[in-house]
């Protein structure tokens, strides 16, 4: 049964991330789906995933195996280009809230977030099989530079990354590096990044600090590597050079916050 996965920020509030599956199994001429919200505990190959509650299913009957087929190519087509991402490993049936409740603790970092610019229209003009590969070519740039530069990664968000860093300087070393390596794969990235303090509970990130670096980036442009005033501050003593981007709104954030650009 192939199954997908897709993980991204609640809009209406800053309650954290969410997550979702989705599988799908064709038998003769009727295809089984099955979907619904989980939870992503770890990251990489380690990563463990729960569903959270039951999941709904669906029959659809098609008539013949050959329309079955059709459909669920279609189907599989449509999720991928909605940013889900392939997951091989199972789901598994929801955790015992005993076992969330004692994994909860408060952590402090530098939050990193990458994001290709105008994926979708790559994605459509280069075609499925192409863009998979590119795709690929681009996590192994990503994850090598997290691993020079001692990052950890978080989740994967389609054609995004969020990592974490204990120091600032280290997550600015890591997002102008990734600039360069995936500049040769003829894509453009965006970068924010933000220094703030987030929940780890069951496996799951909660906090403000997310959705602030999240805003961060949407803030950035093409080539851009764009930090909040926060990392601003804790590198005042650094020799990595700013400049002032202005103060801006960032979307479903209390306050306004002041944005600047890292010179190269």
């Given at each position: 049964m192939p199954k997908f996965l897709r993980i991204g920020v609640h809009q209406?509030?800053?309650?954290?991330?969410?997550?979702?599956?989705?599988?799908?199994?064709?038998?003769?001429?009727a295809v089984f789906l099955k979907w619904g919200a989980v939870e992503v505990q770890g990251a990489g190959d380690g990563r463990k995933v729960y569903w959270t509650r039951l999941p709904q299913e669906k029959t659809v009957r098609c008539g013949t195996a050959q329309r079955a087929q059709d459909y669920a190519k279609a189907a599989i087509a449509r999720r991928r280009s909605h940013r889900y991402e392939p997951l091989s490993g199972p789901i598994a049936p929801r955790r015992r809230a005993a076992e969330?409740?004692?994994?909860?603790k408060q952590v402090l970092a530098t939050i990193l977030i990458v994001d290709i610019v105008g994926s979708t229209a790559k994605a459509a003009k280069l075609g499925d099989a192409r863009w998979t590969k590119i795709m690929g070519h681009y996590y192994a740039a990503v994850r090598k530079e997290l691993k020079n530069s001692r990052g950890k990664e978080v989740v994967t968000t389609g054609d995004g990354v969020l990592a974490t860093f204990k120091a600032p300087a280290a997550g600015i070393t890591c997002a102008t590096a990734i600039q360069k390596a995936v500049r040769t794969l003829g894509l453009d990235i965006r970068v924010g990044l933000h220094a703030g303090e987030y929940k780890v509970s069951g496996g799951e990130m909660v906090g403000l600090a997310f959705h602030i670096g999240t805003r961060v980036a949407a803030k950035a442009r093409a080539g851009e590597v764009l930090v909040s005033s926060a990392v601003r501050d804790l590198m005042a003593k650094s020799e990595i050079r700013f400049r002032d981007h202005g103060v801006h709104q960032l979307k479903g954030v209390p306050a306004r916050w002041r944005l600047y650009r890292v010179e190269s």
């Amino acid at each position: 049964m192939p199954k997908f996965l897709r993980i991204g920020v609640h809009q209406s509030n800053v309650s954290g991330y969410t997550s979702k599956a989705w599988c799908i199994r064709r038998v003769g001429s009727a295809v089984f789906l099955k979907w619904g919200a989980v939870e992503v505990q770890g990251a990489g190959d380690g990563r463990k995933v729960y569903w959270t509650r039951l999941p709904q299913e669906k029959t659809v009957r098609c008539g013949t195996a050959q329309r079955a087929q059709d459909y669920a190519k279609a189907a599989i087509a449509r999720r991928r280009s909605h940013r889900y991402e392939p997951l091989s490993g199972p789901i598994a049936p929801r955790r015992r809230a005993a076992e969330i409740g004692a994994e909860s603790k408060q952590v402090l970092a530098t939050i990193l977030i990458v994001d290709i610019v105008g994926s979708t229209a790559k994605a459509a003009k280069l075609g499925d099989a192409r863009w998979t590969k590119i795709m690929g070519h681009y996590y192994a740039a990503v994850r090598k530079e997290l691993k020079n530069s001692r990052g950890k990664e978080v989740v994967t968000t389609g054609d995004g990354v969020l990592a974490t860093f204990k120091a600032p300087a280290a997550g600015i070393t890591c997002a102008t590096a990734i600039q360069k390596a995936v500049r040769t794969l003829g894509l453009d990235i965006r970068v924010g990044l933000h220094a703030g303090e987030y929940k780890v509970s069951g496996g799951e990130m909660v906090g403000l600090a997310f959705h602030i670096g999240t805003r961060v980036a949407a803030k950035a442009r093409a080539g851009e590597v764009l930090v909040s005033s926060a990392v601003r501050d804790l590198m005042a003593k650094s020799e990595i050079r700013f400049r002032d981007h202005g103060v801006h709104q960032l979307k479903g954030v209390p306050a306004r916050w002041r944005l600047y650009r890292v010179e190269s």
